[in-house]
């Protein structure tokens, strides 16, 4: 497959017999993502419930319940998103970094099979 790799195509490559940091970038930003929105995806589903069911929230110094405690949650369902992308983006190229600093050192080897489609 040639051209730009869909997420679907999620693999480390190896190009002159060293591992590639933009797949393993690739790889450890896509994982973050997804357990940060598994997580918070459960979080919201309790919060939400806690507010269909009545239980006082409070924010900003008052105490809110049923849908006025819905509309205080909005914000948090639009800055949390937004925040996983940037915790992966740095977490990610933190990883990568540690990587690219491992690999001037000492070789990174990735044993098994590997197949021609891998090495670009």
Do not use: N
């Not at 006025?68 to 190229?93: D, H, K, N, R, T």
């Amino acid at each position: 497959m040639g051209g730009k790799q869909g997420i679907k195509d999620m693999k480390l490559t190896v190009k002159d017999g060293k591992l590639r940091l933009r797949s393993a970038f690739k790889m450890m930003f896509f994982a973050w993502i997804f357990s940060f929105a598994a997580f918070f995806a459960l979080a919201f589903l309790i919060l939400i419930l806690v507010a269909v069911v009545g239980v006082p929230i409070v924010a900003g110094g008052g105490t809110f319940s049923g849908l006025a405690a819905l509309i205080q949650l909005v914000p948090m369902l639009i800055i949390y998103p937004i925040s996983a992308v940037i915790y992966a983006v740095f977490l990610a190229g933190f990883a990568v970094l540690g990587l690219l600093i491992y690999r001037i050192f000492w070789p990174i080897r990735i044993d098994g099979a590997i197949t021609p489609s891998v090495f670009e």
